[in-house]
């Protein structure tokens, strides 16, 4: 255990909220457990690989446990082209390297979602020291429970399926929302629960149009209730398209002018039923403003129980949520890995069992 550190920290990929509340938590974590210099580093790896950071005071980690965003900035930067040399001309992967040398740092800490832990992965088995925290309101990383960002844009995700409901309840309308999640569906399938939609779709069970337009037909052809809400992840897609690549998928939508898939389903939906439908959108609205409570609480845990690992010289590891009590994952094993939603889960159970809809006769 080393007395001094010197740990460079990085926001990387979508943001979330909780990122500041986690920052300040691997911070005062590591005041508290030994005499830490701390590096900033800007936009992610960004920063690291143009050499764009600077050095933090202990009071620079006051006053954000509540701020949404993050203080450090965030950019994409994706792992398929890390190795790759572009026009640019820079080797991204030799400069995060020297710059990491530059900074003389001991350890750098990166929180973000797959893709993020994909290129940490990649760096630690380039040698560096190397942390990882798990963030994303898609909640989709592997081995652990929960990532943070996720409930805070579940309450959001919620609060717009409740108030939804009113309007569509006054006009008689389908009401067609979409929620993030591109390749795993969990923001949807927790937001349509607890707003108690009467149809979800998601990445992991293709739907079938004729059995989300009976879903429909069966909530708005009564004469107490007139409207139908249907919750579609992002990612969404029929049987049939499970057939095709994602690519084909996009351009055939594309090619029909759909925004997004939550237009696509609505359009399937006029064209069967000639019902009044409109579709909401909120997008990143979902990934805005302060966390909950929750995720100031989850956010904060993960970031101390980073500092220890920091502390322990316990590096390669990617903090999580096992089981209900915080712990730690060796970052290979987290790489490349998706946690999608499986099927047979106890949330699913539960939507089929209040009698929601995926798309399909049987879930399996
Ligand atoms: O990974 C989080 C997420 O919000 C996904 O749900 C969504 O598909 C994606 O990011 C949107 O990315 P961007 O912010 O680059 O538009």
Redesign the pocket.
Known sequence: MKNKQRIGILTS????PGLNAAIRGVARGAYNLFEPEIIGIADGYRGLIEGDYKEMKQDDFRGILTLGGTILGTS?RPFRNMRVIEDDNVDKVANMKKNYKKMGLDCLVCLG?NGTHKTANLLAEEGLNVIGLPK???NDIWATDVTFGFHTAVDLGTDVVDRIHTTANSHGRVMVIEI????AGW?SLYAGLAGGADVILLPEIPYDPNEVIKAVEKRTGKPDRRYAIVVVA??AFSQEEAKMKRKDRLAIRAEKHYPSVGYQVADMIVQATGLDTRVVNPG?Y??GGNPSAYDRVLATQFGTYAANLIHQENYGQTVAMIGGTIGHNPLSDVAGKTKFVPADCSEVQSALDVGISFGVKKVK
Do not use: A, F
């Not at 990929?13 to 979330?16: E, F, M, Q």
């Open positions: 990929g979508g943001d979330c994409r979602g994303t309101i898609d993030m999640g591109n390749k923001l992002e990612g990143h979902l990934r």
